[in-house]
């Protein structure tokens, strides 16, 4: 063997250490993002997220498993084997240099399909990835240098084999153990409970016997029947339906359920609302060809369970509004939540069979040719996503037989009701008191400023910034009022009382129990003053967007500045982000707790609250 | 016509954001503070006086602190006419702690380690990332700060400030390590 073959060998078995490294550290950030507590949860070394690197989505898609086994995991037998067959080379033994070359192909050709989904299908790559990416890279190389000539004995390739299956039953059997581990500390839903109260139930009897003749996204012509088992509300003997394809783990279909949701309040008397399941995985739905979302089936999955027990539009509701979190413990919660009996509903979750209607959904939206969701069809008409209420209103009036003029009309009063956003009154009061279950609480009306050591709450102020609890605290009190507590605070901004589910003492930090901005349940970014550029923009002064507002008149509670809540330094903590806290992240569940109660900069103010 | 436009201006008027002055805060007196220091003992800046004070704000969660805190003892050694401080704004102590014993060589005495667990210190510098080393000069005034670590560029910023030099600019350079946002730590 020459000199040069004999380090290439080396630098094999380092390469192969450092990859099953690589694979442990990957199987690790797969399962805790996926099955640990947010307590359990630690950030990924080496993965700094930036413009289109982020390990969390690439290495928990759909893409990051194989028959259930992390990508990660399925890494490390693949170089042990490597590890082995070089170690042997060392020692003398023929036709390795042979065996990793091919088993280097293999693996570049599989990085490069990994790359190209990364890139095409999840937007982004993963830092980690790309650096097995050129592992396997050089691999191929070194392999190639190591020699080729000799062909392998049988004897070779047996113990191959065998150091692939005895370090893949080591890794798989760990990386299970260790799942099983998380699970059984209680796994994501041990951050939640279950203290919201019981939703409506479903209508009683099977969906209404209805068909459709529609002109497809491919434009063709086709029809398509309503099924029994199809869950509807509504009316079931009106004339029009209003038919959603969508998937429960899709962004849009999210966004257009509220407006469907409006066109509910409006139509439900006259109106058939059928919700038909497409989650984008092939795995369940034959209308799919590439996986897009990784929990969208198994949502889908426990819709079908709650919907057996008359909880769908229960199930759908919660499952939309915390759609971040969609992991089979968080389906169970939201299906108990929902009112579902959760025995019942396990075994139901646990048999397969129940996909059948998920299946023939995906079936029906496949011969309608959509190729994406969310996807309604108003008597036979297709709407896409971004499709508003109004648009949508005024095909309904008009199959409810208004002329275009009236269903124009129709449809534009649709739109007067929903923004009732106007100016805001001179003489608003600078308190406002809310009541929500049985909590009630007295709060600014705006975001405090500062005058002579004292909070002062009012609109066209300059908010306080620079301002810590410490001086919030003070201000308030010289004002004669105190600072909101978190669940005075979070009840207010998601118009309803604010539970502690997992007993944490922390209220913005598990399940959301109203809306997730304080307007409504979905980012509207003309309504806060959020998701601006940190260095080109600054704070506005107090009730400059009439649009920002609960219900109750309360304003600016997300964006602008964030805002110190807490009855005592301990419980400091700042909510709802401020002009530049990034895209839609200015929620009123947005909560910072990273420093302690003298924190200050231009980020931090607050508002009172007061004795009702 | 008139009066469509100017209702339409008033719909479209971009909200008002408050004074440009209201956000300045380089220049000013800086907020004296005292913190425990790990050796025992405290740290005050207004006791400073007459020497150049470099503090550090560091927290255990930010990554390019890991870099910065060794190169700023190293510095501490080096330049003994200048005061350092590197304060930790950690909640939790313990966390500062176990950074502190995982970093690959001890921080020198003449670096002492202030901590400052409900950020009282921190309040007054109004800062949102971490690494931020700001440079206060022998009359206590607050002359540069900057906030993340380069181990490219290291505390050449840092020290032309504190000598009273033109302060470099790095106009092509990339942020070779991006500070750690302070409200970006969780999710």
Redesign the interface.
């Known amino acids: 063997m020459k000199g040069y073959q004999r380090v290439a060998l080396v630098l094999l078995v380092l390469l192969a250490v450092f990859g099953m490294g690589v694979g442990g550290l990957m199987s690790w950030h797969h399962d805790t993002q996926l099955y640990a507590t947010d307590a359990q949860k630690g ?1 990924l ?1 080496g993965c ?1 997220e ?1 413009e289109g690197v982020n390990c969390d989505i690439v290495n928990t898609s759909a893409w990051s498993e194989i028959l259930g086994v992390p990508l990660g995991t399925w890494a490390i037998p693949f170089y042990g084997m490597i590890a082995v067959i070089a170690g042997l080379a060392l020692t003398g033994q023929a036709g390795g240099g042979l065996l990793i070359t091919l088993a280097g192909l293999g693996s570049v050709g599989f990085s490069g399909f990994l790359y190209y989904i990364s890139v095409t299908e999840l937007g982004n790559v993963c830092a980690w990835c790309m650096r097995l990416y050129a592992v396997n890279a050089a691999t191929l190389v070194l392999g190639l240098a190591s020699g080729v000539a000799a062909k392998p004995s049988s004897k070779l390739i047996g113990t191959a084999l065998g150091a692939w299956f005895g370090v893949a039953v080591l890794a798989i059997g760990g990386q299970q153990l260790y799942k099983s581990s998380l699970l059984a500390d209680g796994g994501p839903a041990a951050d939640l409970g279950a203290k919201v109260a019981k939703l409506e139930g479903d209508p009683k009897g099977p969906a209404p016997t209805m068909s459709f003749t529609v002109t497809t996204e491919d434009k063709k012509e086709a029809t398509f029947t309503l099924d029994a088992d199809d869950a509807w509300k509504g009316n079931p003997k009106a004339k029009v339906a209003v038919v959603e394809f969508a998937d429960l783990e899709c962004g849009f279909c999210k966004r257009t359920s509220s407006e469907i949701a409006r066109l509910y309040a409006a139509y439900g008397d006259r109106v058939l609302f059928v919700f038909k399941h497409f989650p984008m995985n092939p795995t369940c739905n034959p209308g799919v060809k590439n996986p897009k979302h990784r929990d969208a089936c198994r949502a889908a999955h426990a819709a079908v369970c709650a919907q057996e027990q008359g909880k769908f539009w229960a199930f759908h509701d919660l499952a939309f509004k915390n759609q971040h979190q969609l992991g089979d413990e968080y389906l169970r919660t939201y299906a108990g939540e929902a009112g579902a009996n959760l025995d019942t509903f396990n075994a139901c979750y646990a048999d397969k069979s129940k996909m059948e209607l998920v299946r023939r959904d995906g079936e029906v939206g496949a011969s309608l040719d959509i190729h994406g969701t969310p996807r309604i069809f108003i008597n036979g008409k297709l709407y896409r996503s971004g499709a508003s209420a109004e648009a949508m209103a005024k095909e309904i009036e008009l199959a409810l037989g208004a002329t275009a003029e009236e269903a124009a009309t129709k449809a534009g009063n649709l739109k007067d009701k929903a923004e009732v956003v106007g100016a805001i009154p001179a003489d608003v009061p600078d308190m406002r008191t809310v009541t929500m279950d049985g909590l009630t609480v007295k709060i600014d009306t705006f975001e405090a400023a500062i005058v002579d050591g004292k909070a002062v709450s009012g609109k066209h102020n ?2 306080a ?2 301002t ?1 609890w ?1 001086t919030a605290k003070a201000a308030c009190e010289a004002a004669g009022k105190r600072l909101c507590t978190e669940q005075e605070w979070v009840s207010v901004c998601q118009n309803a009382k604010a539970a502690d589910d997992n007993q944490n003492g922390e209220y913005a930090d598990d399940m959301i129990e109203g809306t997730a901005y304080p307007y409504a349940d979905f980012h509207d970014k003309t309504r806060c ?1 959020d998701g601006k550029e940190g260095d080109q ?5 107090t009730g ?2 009439p649009g920002c507002a609960t219900p109750g008149g309360v304003y600016d509670l997300t964006g602008n500045v ?1 805002e110190w809540v807490g009855d005592s ?1 301990g419980k400091a903590v ?1 909510l709802g ?1 401020a002009w530049d ?1 990034k895209d839609d992240h200015a929620r009123c569940y947005r ?13 931090t103010g607050f508002r009172c609250c007061g004795t009702p | 016509m008139f009066g469509a436009l100017v209702a339409a201006q008033i719909a479209w008027a971009a909200p008002e954001m408050i004074p440009l002055e209201a956000m300045d805060e380089v220049g000013h007196t800086a907020s004296d503070f005292t913190v425990e220091l790990r050796e025992g003992g405290t740290f005050t800046l207004s006791e400073q006086q007459g020497k150049t004070v470099i503090i550090s704000f560091w927290a255990s969660w930010c990554t390019p602190c890991k870099k910065e805190l060794p190169a700023l003892s190293r510095l501490s050694e080096e330049r003994k006419d200048l005061r350092f401080i590197a304060v930790n704004v950690d909640r939790d102590r313990a966390a500062a702690e176990k950074f502190l014993t995982a970093l690959p060589e001890p921080v020198s005495s003449s670096l002492p380690i202030g901590f400052d667990n409900d950020a009282m210190a921190l309040g007054g510098y109004s800062v949102t990332s971490m690494p931020t080393i700001f440079v206060i000069g022998k009359d206590g005034v607050t002359r540069f700060r900057k906030t993340g670590y380069s181990e490219q560029r290291g505390f050449v910023e840092i020290l032309a400030a504190a000598d009273g030099k033109p302060i470099p600019t790095f106009d092509n350079e990339k942020a070779a390590a991006t500070p750690t946002p302070a409200a970006g730590k969780k999710p």
């Open positions: 950030a070394i700094e930036a300059v908010p910034i620079r810590s410490v003053w923009f600054r704070p506005v002064y400059e967007l964030e330094a700042l982000g806290t909560r910072n707790d990273t420093f302690g109660a003298g924190y200050a900069n231009a980020r």
